[in-house]
C-alpha cells in the first residue's frame, strides 16, 4: 500500500496568491498598452492633420515667397538708387553753397573796390585846382595811404608821373599762385574760382592803386599781357584820367577774365613801340621772367637759361628813355627774377619794388 501524500495547505494557498497577481499583472498591461496605443492613435491623426495643413499652407505661400522676394530685391535697389542721389545731391548743394560763397565775397569785394574807387576819383575831382599848382615833377611823391591791418602810410619812392603812363599787368597763368603745384590746381578750376585768386586780385588792386595815383593832367593806357597784349580798355588809344567811368570799366574788365597761357616780354615792348605817342612812365606788373619770346615755344616746358633768353631779347626792343617801374609778386622756381627786374628798373632809371603781401 502505498504511502499517500500530506496535504500542505500552505503549498496550495501561496500558488493560488502567485496566479492571482500574475493574472491582476497582465490584465493592468493589457488595460494600458490598449489605452496607449488608442491616445498614440488619437495624437498621431492630429499632427498629420497639422502637417498636412502645414504643407498645404507651404505649398499656396511659394508663389507669394517668390514675389515678395522680388520685391525685396526691388526695394534694395530703389534704396541704393535712393541713396546714391542723396549723395549726388548733398555734393551738389555743398558745391553750390561754395559758389555762392565764392559770389558773395567777390560781389562785396568788387562792390567795395567800386565804392573807394568813386571816393578817390571824386576826391581828385574837387583838387583839381590845386593839383594844378603843383609842379610836374611833385606829383605823385607824396606818401602813399593804404588801409590794411590798421591805417599805415607807406613811402614806396615810386614816381606816379608823367604825360602817357601805361600799367602792365601780367596776365599769364603763373599770376594764379606763388607756387607751382598751386598754380596748376587753380589753372583746372572754374573760372571763377580762378578769379577768386588771391594773387591775381592782389594785381587787380594794385592796377586799381596806380589809377587812383595817375596826375590828373595825365592820359594813361592799362594793357594785360601773357603771350600776347590786350587793352583793357574800350581801345588802345590814351585815355585822360578825369573820365572816372573808363577808370571803372577798365578794373571790372581785368577782374572778368582769369590769367592763363605763358609769358611773352619781347610782344609787351613791340607794342610799347606801335603806342602814339610812346609811353614815357610804365608801371610793369610782373612775378616771373618770360617764357617765351615773340613767338611760342616748341616744347612745352622752358629752362632757367631758356627765360634769361627770352629776357635778354626782349630787352633789345624796349624803347629808348623811358623809365620802367616794376612791381614784382615773385614766384617760386624763378630766383633769377627778382635780379633781372631790379636791374631793369635801374638801368632805364624807374623803381623796383617787391611789395608785402598785404599791399596795397
Known amino acids: 500500500m502505498a504511502r499517500r501524500r500530506r496535504f500542505n495547505a500552505f503549498s ?3 500558488l493560488d496568491v502567485m496566479s492571482c497577481g500574475f493574472g491582476a499583472v497582465v490584465l493592468i498591461f493589457l488595460i494600458i498598452e490598449h489605452s496607449t496605443d488608442d491616445d498614440v492613435r488619437a495624437v498621431s491623426r492630429d499632427l498629420l492633420a497639422e502637417i498636412r495643413l ?6 499656396s505661400g511659394r508663389p507669394d515667397l517668390a514675389e515678395l522676394q522680388e520685391r525685396i530685391e526691388e526695394l534694395k535697389r530703389q534704396i541704393a538708387e535712393a541713396r546714391r542721389a542723396r549723395m549726388s545731391i548733398v555734393e551738389d548743394a555743398e558745391r553750390r553753397r561754395d559758389e555762392l560763397d565764392d559770389l558773395e565775397a567777390l560781389t562785396i569785394a568788387e562792390r567795395e573796390s567800386l565804392e573807394q574807387l568813386k571816393t578817390d576819383v571824386e576826391t581828385r575831382e574837387e583838387e583839381v585846382d590845386r593839383l594844378r599848382a603843383i ?9 602813399i595811404f593804404v588801409e590794411g591791418e590798421g591805417d599805415r602810410q607807406y613811402l614806396t619812392g615810386l614816381f606816379v608821373g608823367g604825360s602817357h603812363i601805361l600799367i602792365a599787368l601780367d596776365a ?17 578750376m572754374p573760372v571763377e574760382r580762378q578769379l577768386q585768386s588771391p594773387k591775381w586780385r592782389r594785381a587787380v588792386r594794385t592796377v586799381e592803386w596806380l589809377t587812383a595815383q595817375v596826375p590828373i593832367d595825365s592820359q594813361f593806357q592799362i594793357v594785360r599781357f601773357n603771350t600776347a597784349v590786350e587793352s583793357a580798355l574800350p581801345s ?5 584820367t578825369t573820365d572816372a567811368n573808363v577808370m571803372s570799366d577798365a578794373i571790372e574788365a581785368l577782374g572778368e577774365t582769369p590769367p592763363g597761357g605763358g609769358t611773352s616780354l619781347e610782344n609787351l615792348f613791340d607794342a610799347m613801340w606801335r603806342m602814339d605817342p610812346v609811353p614815357d612812365n610804365v608801371f610793369l606788373i610782373v612775378d616771373s621772367l618770360p617764357t617765351q619770346g615773340a613767338n611760342a615755344p616748341r616744347r612745352a616746358t622752358v629752362t632757367g637759361r631758356q627765360r634769361m633768353s627770352h629776357y635778354g631779347d626782349a630787352l633789345k626792343r624796349l624803347p629808348p628813355n623811358v623809365p620802367v617801374n616794376v612791381i614784382m609778386f615773385p614766384m617760386e622756381g624763378d630766383p633769377l627774377a627778382p635780379a633781372a627786374y631790379w636791374s631793369l628798373a635801374q638801368n632805364t632809371g624807374g623803381v623796383y619794388m617787391s611789395p608785402s603781401e598785404d599791399w596795397p
Open 12 to 14: 496550495l494557498s501561496f
Open 54 to 59: 502645414l504643407d498645404y499652407e507651404i505649398e
Open 135 to 143: 609842379e610836374e615833377e611833385n606829383a605823385g611823391r607824396s606818401a
Open 172 to 188: 599769364s597763368a603763373s599770376m594764379l599762385d606763388a607756387s607751382i603745384v598751386n598754380i596748376i590746381r587753380r589753372r583746372n
Open 236 to 240: 588802345e588809344a590814351w585815355y585822360d
